[in-house]
């Protein structure tokens, strides 16, 4: 799978923003997808996981109830809906494709280009 993040900007502390996440590759809609996130001279963080169903999803507690993942098949995008959004959100943010689960973030790999999201307070 071949991945292209997109939908990054600056925003203002409380604003939203919408990632996505287009995919190439016929087993799109047989993997669980996640994002995940990296602010410079941070480690890369797990932020959220989807089934490739849709039915099940994954957060990380710094985002939760702010962010939502989803995502179309048909269109082989996966989004995330980013609200409330806070300063320490900075970062570049990429999706992943996993070989397995969708919460565990060691099963995720064939990353794609990130989309850089800046938060301004």
């Known amino acids: 799978v071949q991945l292209q993040a997109s939908g990054g900007g600056l925003v203002q502390t409380g604003g939203s923003l919408r990632l996505s996440c287009a995919a190439s590759g016929r087993t799109f809609s047989r993997n669980s997808m996640g994002w995940f996130r990296q602010a410079p001279g941070k480690e890369r963080e797990f932020v959220s996981g989807?089934?490739?169903?849709?039915?099940?999803?994954y957060y990380a507690d710094s985002v939760k109830g702010r962010f939502s993942i989803s995502r179309d098949n048909a269109k082989n995008t996966v989004y995330l809906q980013m609200n409330s959004l806070k300063p320490e959100d900075t970062a570049v943010y990429y999706c992943?494709?996993?070989?397995?689960?969708?919460?565990?973030?060691?099963?995720?790999?064939?990353w794609g280009q990130g989309t850089q999201v800046t938060v301004s307070s």
């Open positions: 989807i089934t490739w169903s849709g039915s099940r999803t």
């Open positions: 992943a494709a996993s070989r397995g689960s969708w919460y565990d973030a060691a099963d995720f790999g064939s």
